[in-house]
């Protein structure tokens, strides 16, 4: 009762209706569908949490997994490749179904065993291993792998396994009996799950409303509406935060936070983000094909430096592609990245450059400070007789032939290597999938050892030879953890929580609050 007292009392002081307890978000970027099946970006992946839910949930307050039940009140492995579920009742759907095991046999099975191109994609690149789920009774379902999977918990919670409606996706097109791809379509343009908002509207590429939605299982949302809007350029974003046209803004670069710092009405919250970017390198390209001149290039970057003038040395440079989050996994001993402008020059020597222009292609907002790392580094490969031209260009390059290099990001999907390193770089992941690298059969293996044995020495030896074949040949250089910021009002307390995917949007109960001063 003091909680809702407290929300009413200062329900004034944001933007709407009086009574009702609104918020408005500037984002950088807006989605253009919205399907957490078949999406992975760092757009789309901003607004999954509030609208959907996965059978087994997690403390996000921690960036250690620990899990708990969630549309799923207890699980239990009855075979060896066989998980069953007992599932939550009383669940209630946006559009007013009751959730039973059938909807959650049909979300599984979409991905696991799919016709459809997009979720085909994500089904691969981490869901290999599932082969199918099947009902037991209205509210107990078996999953079923193909081998012994040491990661249950970790790949039930991610985001592509949120639950959808059956009936409702199958009835959005053409047989109401069958999922077709139009269907999947369809819902990617009029999504419901069973979170604690509902998607009101949903313009892709501008705007998206969620409302509360009343029937929510759980503890029910502190918002009545959040409507979030496409403000590409950072300047605008600023403006809107200081006249009061929104609540909270995304992707402030470091540049600019002493610019929202300075006003007394408003505030920064940020946290170095569980993320790579990263730069890729078409292996298969024919300028790009030497594994000597893609060395020469990855270790002519000075990310210390990069870290230094755009981030204010608030991002964290990493020696591997590896992060505290993976625990025992985590070997920041490991040497795949390193500065060393004189050997580079050797190598360069040595390869087959013979001073032809190399193309790198990036957006010119999607990533903070993508632009300008891109233009440093123009200079860094210079200093060492590489000729590069910048490509500004928004759509996505990296399964075009004739690209070279272009920036990307490696998200820490969950946490362990798999969940970052291996949903980008592993055999038949998006990497290989898109023609631009081709690991060989001894990198197949050392990734099967991996991937699945029941050994941490195993596990850790594996992983260690995978980073030790990309310092050799590398396919891409991590450059930096970035340190993300969000703008705000004072009256909003809300900040990123370290246990989730990068740059989600959390506005569920305990996560936003609002306060008079």
Known sequence: MLRKALLAAVAALLPGTAGAIELKVGSANMAPYLDPGRDHSNVGSQFYYNSFDVL??????????????GLALSWQLVEPTVMEFKLREGVTFHNGEAMTAD????????????????????????????????????????????RPEPLWETLINMQQLMVIPEDYTKGLTGDPKLAEDSDYEA??????????????????????????????????????????????????RITALKNSEVDVITNVPPDQLSTIEADQNLKVEGMVTPLFHVLIFNTQNEKMKDPKFRRA????????????????????????????????????ELKTFEYDPEEAKKLLAESGYKGEEIRFDTSAVYYTNGLLAAQAIQEMWAGIGVK????????????????????????????????????????????????????DADYAA????FRFSDSLEDRRAAYAD????????????????????????????????????????????????????
């Open 187 to 236: 819902f990617s343009l009029a999504p419901v799950g069973t979170g604690p908002y509902r998607i009101a509207e949903f313009i892709p590429g501008e705007r998206l409303v969620w409302q509360r939605h009343d029937a929510f299982w759980g503890e029910p949302a502190p918002l009545d509406k959040v409507t979030v809007l496409k403000v590409p350029e950072m300047a605008s």
């Open 56 to 69: 087994i949930e997690r403390d996000y307050a921690s960036s250690e997994p620990k899990f708990k039940p």
């Open 388 to 439: 590069l031209a910048i490509n500004v260009d928004d759509k996505w390059t990296g399964n075009d032939p004739t690209m070279n290099v272009r920036n990307w990001s490696n998200p820490l999907y969950f946490a362990d290597p798999f969940g970052s390193f291996g949903v980008m770089w592993a055999p038949g992941g998006p990497s290989e999938g898109e023609g631009r690298f081709k690991p």
């Open 103 to 146: 909807d959650v046999v049909f979300s599984f099975n979409r991905m696991f065993q799919s016709s459809f191109p997009p979720y085909q994609v994500r089904a691969k690149d981490r869901l290999g291993n599932f082969d199918k789920a099947e009902k037991v009774d209205d509210f107990t379902l078996r999953v079923h792998v193909k």
């Open 297 to 332: 290039l990855s270790l002519a970057v000075d990310r210390d430096t990069l870290n230094e003038a755009l981030w204010l040395g608030k991002a964290v440079v990493p020696s591997s592609h590896t992060y505290p989050q993976f625990g025992p996994l985590y070997m920041p």
């Open 466 to 517: 995978l980073m030790e074949r990309i310092r050799k040949d590398p396919p891409f250089l991590v450059l930096y953890q970035p340190y993300e910021s969000w703008g705000l009002r004072k009256s909003v307390n809300w900040a990123p929580k370290p246990g989730h995917i990068p740059y989600v949007l959390d506005f569920r109960a305990g996560s936003i609050d609002f306060a008079a001063n």
């Open 446 to 449: 050392a990734w099967e050892k």
